[in-house]
């Protein structure tokens, strides 16, 4: 439960970072939006220019007449690498094609550009070639029946049946292949109806006649995903790449293993995830990453929630190769990546850090949890270093940071728990807004980091009505609360100098908050160990509300004399919390002994105000000489 809300602190802190990196994008755009609009006449002859010069060495003129003809822009760019057109030139010819020279006056006109949801891009998909493809889906079932009534007819035998299907499968792979080179979405549907083949008919020989073995079931469906995985490599199709890990994904549970073998099953994914990281390297599609990721989850979920228990201590070595191979993957993808688009990658990220923690966390010996968390949690922030020394980009830094702070709260939740385990979040809470205020410089991202006290401030709750308070003052309570007022008010005093230099006044807000609730762990301390330690209630209360009313006057007559609203306000409000506790709560609780020295007490202080901080009043009389 404690790491839960460490986790949900730690989610907040980066949507919060995210959404500013984000508002930031945007007024930088809009600023260099307007800062174009005086050059409008040279930038628009200018991509006139380029475009003229490019018409003269690359197949415009084709693409134009071709569209114009009905073509998808798969079989046009299809055609030209056919023809011996390197695959960059086609690209670019496509994109002097869709993008006419346009006045930025009129780029503001436009309405804004929104993404499409997933029933408009699967609208789009079966759109393009959609007689084909719902062709192949009727091929595939009337097949499925003409081996149905061949079977029930004993027109062919068991042997028979599965060859033929076999067969079948490698003839469609076969011409996927051939129309691929000509017409890559045709091509492409091909190749994986007949991997699909393949696969339900290995499927068909293991369940029913239990021809193969598991092994060897596993090994012929892979090498039809790999020739599918192949054909997308050479033919930079990212559709093609995902439903080969698709369908290499999907072929274990095709085998029907009597006794699974967990090691076996493990090794197959490890192998399925390198050659993913190899058609990555080749492509450059950065989504299969995080494809291949979610594929390695879902057969370690029953692992993780201990549905299985075979071999869990040599799968863990297992979780720790997959975890580094998509760690280096990842982290090579962002120093490589030359466009802002690395969202993907983040996602990537985060997953891979939540799942090594959860294998470490299930599997692990309990002994061991809080070491290798310890020594993941570096390599995940010495990633976060490099990454933001070579890129100079803060959003991979912020995620795996968070993932660092994420496994280093998972590892304190293992050695510690209660009291002891509030103290440590705070402190590492604290440290972490001041390491992140020593390595960016940014009062904004540091001040927001201690969003991560969330997680102590809610756990802290339990020592207000602890126990403890009715044996004495010095107890494991008392230094939570201490901890926590001194952490708070400390790190607010820290970023008071930066807050004020700050033009922002979001900053100063922040710091203002950061002081108030120090100020309010403080009262509460206060509160509670006098009326744990002196013996009289009544003298407790009196004590606290006269040091309350002090404070809060202190604070109102500073802010008037020197213009500072906040600090009125603040003095202002502890001042009425004062006089409203004693004529609600403590008119009618306290002794009258008790009642009468405190409200007398407190109505001096507020009266003595009278006589402090008013400017002497020269009054010119009349002169009588």
């Not at 507020?606 to 009389?621: E, P, V």
Request: no cysteine; net charge neutral; hydrophobic share 50%.
């Amino acid at each position: 439960m404690n790491f839960i809300i460490i986790a949900i602190g730690i989610v907040l802190f980066i949507m919060i970072l995210n959404l500013r990196s984000r508002v930031q994008k945007i007024e930088q755009a809009q600023r260099g939006l307007a800062s174009s609009s005086s050059g409008v006449s040279s930038e628009s002859s200018a991509l006139e220019d380029e475009k003229e010069k490019a018409s003269m060495n690359l197949p415009i003129d084709y693409i134009k007449g071709q569209m114009e003809r009905g073509t998808s822009p798969e079989e046009i760019r299809s055609s030209l690498i056919a023809n011996g057109w390197a695959l960059p030139d086609v690209d670019e010819s496509f994109r002097l094609v869709d993008s006419p020279s346009v006045l930025p006056s009129q780029v503001l006109s436009e309405p804004e550009q929104f993404e499409p949801d997933p029933f408009a891009k699967f609208f789009a998909w079966f759109k393009e070639d959609w007689l084909l493809k719902l062709g192949a889906l009727l091929l595939l079932i009337g097949f499925g029946w003409l081996t149905t009534y061949a079977f029930l007819n004993n027109w062919i035998g068991p042997m028979g049946r599965i060859s033929l299907g076999l067969v079948a499968g490698t003839l469609f792979i076969l011409l996927g292949w051939w129309r691929i080179r000509k017409y890559l979405h045709q091509g492409g549907i091909f190749l994986v109806l007949g991997s699909t083949t393949v696969l339900l008919t290995i499927f068909a020989a293991r369940e029913i006649y239990g021809f193969f073995t598991p092994t060897s079931a596993l090994l012929v469906m892979f090498l039809s995903t790999a020739f599918v995985a192949l054909a997308s490599v050479k033919y930079n199709s990212r559709t093609l790449s995902l439903a080969s890990l698709a369908l290499a994904g999907i072929a274990p549970i095709l085998t029907n293993a009597p006794n699974p073998d967990y090691l076996g099953l493990f090794f197959y994914l490890f192998i399925v995830v390198l050659g993913t990281i190899w058609v990555v390297v080749l492509t450059g599609s950065r989504e299969l990453t995080a494809a291949a990721l979610l594929l390695v989850t879902l057969y370690s979920l029953p692992h993780i929630l201990s549905l299985v228990s075979t071999d869990r201590g040599v799968l863990l070595i297992f979780a720790y190769a997959f975890a580094t191979v998509f760690f280096l993957t990842n982290t090579i993808s962002i120093l490589k990546s030359k466009d802002n688009n690395i969202t993907t990658d983040l996602v990537t990220a985060v997953g891979n850090g939540l799942f090594l923690l959860a294998w470490i966390m299930k599997v692990a010996p309990t002994e061991w949890q809080s070491l290798i968390i310890s020594a993941w949690m570096i390599v995940f922030l010495v990633g976060a270093f490099l990454v933001f020394r070579a890129t100079r980009r803060r959003e991979p830094l912020y995620i795996y940071a968070g993932v660092g702070v994420a496994m280093l709260a998972a590892a304190t939740s293992v050695e510690l728990e209660g009291a002891a385990l509030t103290i440590a979040y705070t402190i590492e809470s604290g440290l972490v807004s001041l390491l992140a205020y020593s390595i960016l410089h940014d009062i904004k991202i540091a001040e927001r980091s201690t969003l991560l006290l969330i997680g102590p401030v809610a756990l802290s709750f339990l020592s207000f009505n602890s126990k403890a308070w009715q044996s004495g003052v010095i107890h494991k309570d008392f230094f939570v609360l201490l901890v926590l007022s001194v952490t708070i008010f400390g790190l607010g005093l820290f970023f008071l100098r930066q807050a004020r230099e700050s033009q922002d006044n979001e900053d100063r807000q922040y710091n203002s908050i950061l002081l108030v609730a120090g100020s309010i762990y403080s009262y509460v301390l206060l509160w509670l160990s006098l009326r744990a330690g002196l013996p009289n209630d009544n003298t407790a209360v009196m004590i606290s509300l006269v040091v309350f009313t002090i404070i809060g006057l202190a604070s109102y007559l500073y802010g008037v004399a020197n213009e500072k609203n906040g600090l009125r306000l603040y003095g202002a409000i502890l001042v009425g919390f004062v006089v409203g506790r004693l004529l609600l709560i403590d008119v009618w609780k306290m002794e009258m002994s008790g009642r009468i020295v405190t409200f007398f007490l407190v109505g001096a202080l507020l009266m003595s105000t009278a006589f402090l901080g008013k400017k002497k009043t020269i009054l010119n009389l009349p002169n009588n000489n």
